[in-house]
């Protein structure tokens, strides 16, 4: 570091002839310098340009870095102002900048994507898969997918020129207009809005609506990639608390009474991680605040198909007014099929569309095929409700193995997929939830902390389970072995 430089605008001493990437030794400088402070919290980076020319690098290794960065949690971007330092190196990491030849592996916060994540969502490590969010293929029907899949690839000819249609595959969307209208709430075709799955259908939606220093409500704990994703826009996360009796409604009162939220996102129906719904009363009352407040509500409701009929839906009860209701199929079919979809009122769907095709176009037509010949076939909805037996059959055996390892679940699951347990108490050093999840990725086991899924640091040590993996041998006897 030149010492002559402000600290605002950094001049790293960059060793071309050093092991290492570029951006290795840009990560390393940059966390070191936020580490003892020389970059405070709140201070604005410079642009990628006129880092690059300081520096002598290109814009593509500024790009790369500062987006390793945001990934470390140590940068944050706001759309149009730039790139701002966000929070400091945990304590007892700041060895990890000691070389800055080496990739700097600073922890990340809570709800942030961070080294074990690649592996939560890859599906490509030899771990078990104890903290995923897929099951085991034969649990899906491996055989018809594929059967689908192929029927999709024989896409006729002519169909090959452009990039389809803006909305997505018209015939899948009638589909998912017709099956939510028998079964919840009228909609039309116009209304929906086909994405590469959930997560890129929550990106869509905080574009739409929201800018840099909004209020974002979300559930604590909840879906870890959104808190990751709602941070990634500028936006600014209020947790939510929901454990076993549903959402603290009366927090959530006081929150959007002091911070105006824009929009808030929730699970209705098996919420991930907790497995709980929310009851009908709750959500009228959700509703009504949403209402008095003057704030959207972004319905997750990817877990409706493994749950009960009858279950509360707030796109039900609004009729799509300000709720904007968000479905995928990665659920009940493989998640490897990309498919989502947004349901939302006619006046909104047009901005959706248009910001869609600003960031990625269209979305692909083959996937959106085989997604509709796998769920019009007659067998979909037994495979489904054999894939709900499956569950509860592996839910009761995971809840009772763990608790004969001593962990308690945090709510009793309505269904689906997930169990959330821990230890009794609050954390100690042998019983930290990253340390643990490192430890057990070293012993071939894949563990989801709930640090993932927390805007704060969980005060005791839990983990959310996959019901299909929980009871294996080989994770009970790991956590025997944790004292």
């Known amino acids: 570091m030149d010492a002559r430089s402000d600290p605002e605008w950094p001049v790293l001493a960059i060793d071309r002839q050093r092991r290492g990437s570029l951006v290795d030794q840009i990560v390393a400088a940059i966390a070191e310098m936020v580490n003892r402070r020389a970059l405070p919290v709140g201070t604005k980076m410079p642009s990628v340009r006129q880092f690059a020319k300081s520096n002598g690098v290109s814009t593509f290794t500024v790009v790369e870095s500062y987006d390793r960065l945001l990934h470390m949690g140590l940068l944050s971007s706001r759309r149009g102002s730039g790139f701002f330092v966000a929070r400091s190196v945990a304590d007892g990491s700041a060895d990890a900048c000691g070389d800055a030849a080496q990739p700097v592996q600073a922890p990340a916060p809570p709800g942030t994507v961070d080294a074990l994540t690649a592996d939560l969502y890859s599906g490509q490590s030899e771990a078990l898969p104890v903290g995923s969010g897929w099951l085991p293929p034969e649990w899906y029907g491996e055989s018809a997918i594929l059967d689908a899949v192929r029927h999709a690839m024989k896409i006729p000819a002519g169909r090959l020129r452009g990039y389809g249609h803006p909305l997505g595959f018209p015939a899948l969307r009638q589909h998912v207009a017709s099956s939510l209208s028998d079964e919840l709430f009228a909609l039309e075709p116009e209304q929906v809005l086909l994405t590469h799955g959930a997560t ?145 009122s006619s006046s909104l769907i047009p901005e959706l569309v248009r910001v869609k095709m600003l960031t990625g ?13 796998a769920v ?28 004969g390892a001593g962990l308690a679940p945090l709510a009793r699951p309505r269904g689906g997929m997930f169990v959330s347990a821990g230890w009794p ?25 709930g640090d993932f899924f927390s805007l704060e640091t969980p005060s005791s040590t839990w983990f959310r389970f996959n019901a299909a993996y929980a009871a294996h041998d080989a994770l009970l006897g790991f956590l025997h072995s944790i004292r």
């Open 361 to 373: 176009l269209t979305t692909s037509e083959i996937n959106e095929r085989a997604v509709l010949d």
């Open 200 to 344: 890129h259908a929550f990106d869509l939606v905080l574009r739409t609506l929201t800018r840099p220093g909004d209020v974002v409500l979300v559930e604590d704990p909840g879906y870890g990639n959104l808190l990751a994703l709602v941070r990634h826009h500028g936006c600014i996360p209020v947790g939510i608390p929901r454990d076993a009796a549903g959402l603290d409604l009366d927090f959530l009162a006081r929150a959007a009474a002091a911070r105006q939220p824009k929009l808030m996102f929730v699970n209705t129906v098996l919420q991930n991680p907790l497995g709980t719904s929310l009851s009908p009363a709750q959500a009228h009352r959700l509703l009504g605040l949403a209402e008095q407040f003057d704030f959207w509500l972004v319905e997750d409701d990817i877990y409706r198909e493994l749950a009960a009929r009858g279950e509360a839906s707030l796109a039900a009860l609004d009729g799509l007014r300000r709720v904007i209701r968000v479905g995928s199929f990665s659920k009940t079919l493989s998640p490897v099929l990309r498919v989502g979809s947004i349901c939302a």
């Open 376 to 403: 019009k076939n007659r067998a979909y909805r037994r495979q489904v409700e054999r894939l709900v037996q499956q569950l509860d059959e592996a839910r009761r055996r995971a809840i009772d193995r763990l608790a």
């Open 425 to 449: 108490g609050p954390s100690t050093p042998e019983r930290n939830g990253k340390r643990v999840a490192e430890r057990a990725l070293r012993a071939g086991i894949l563990l989801a902390p």
